[in-house]
Structure formats: C-alpha cells, structure tokens
C-alpha cells in the first residue's frame, strides 16, 4: 500500500502531497489484486514508458494524485503491507530521475535511481 507520498518544495525541504490514500500499488504480471500467502510475488510500484514521466502504479488515481515525476525531479514514497489484522512497519523509497531515457540498462539505472533511505530523512520536511 502507498501511505504516502513526498516531494522536495521550493527550499529543498521534504513535503507531503495531499491524495485520498492510502492506496493499493499493481502486482507484476497481473495477478490477482489481492494477495495471499505463497509464493513470493512483485510489486511494481512504478513504470517509465520512453518518451513520458514516472509514475507510481496504482490501482487506481485520485484526481490530485502527486505519485508522478518530471525530469530532474525526485520523490519519497511510505509504502508498507497490509493484512487482515494489521501491517507492517512502512519503509520509505526515494525516486530520482535526471529526465534522460536510454534502451541501456546500465545507464538507464543512473537516470532512474531507486533507493531505500531511512525516515530520518524526512525530518526536516512539513510532515
């Protein structure tokens, strides 16, 4: 599930984004929507199409929904599972991307870098 989501303000501080969440992220391959325990599955909490923005894959999207990146944009997103009788602690992924596409894998990872980081970093964001 995406709790939320966080982009960097004019000062370079981290800031929520107002959406009507939380909100459920796509599995890969299309299974089912919900998930029980078995196999391990993957999420696929975003996708880059050439020639468009990121954007983060949900089931579906609120109107003022924030979960995309222009270029040379970045964002933090709280993601966490749910189950039946409770969650788990959430872990925070920041998304950058400088704009650039390239049908290389290796270098498309330097233009699109995905990394967990730790909430700390959120601390001095308007949360």
Aim: include cysteine; aromatic fraction near 12%.
């Amino acid at each position: 599930m995406l709790k939320s989501v966080f982009k960097t303000a004019a000062d370079g501080a981290w800031t929520i984004q107002p959406f009507s969440g939380p909100l459920q992220l796509t599995w890969q391959w299309f299974p089912p929507q919900f998930q029980t325990i078995g196999p391990d599955q993957i999420c696929t909490f975003g996708n880059l199409i050439k020639g468009q923005n990121f954007r983060i894959s949900t089931y579906r999207t609120p109107n003022n929904f924030a979960g995309f990146l222009n270029p040379n944009q970045k964002m933090i997103i709280e993601v966490t599972a749910d189950f039946d009788n409770g969650e788990i602690h959430p872990i925070f992924i920041q998304i950058s991307w400088n704009g650039k596409w390239s049908d290389d894998t290796i270098i498309m990872k330097n233009n699109l870098v995905v990394k967990k980081v730790e909430k700390e970093l959120l601390t001095n964001s308007s949360v």
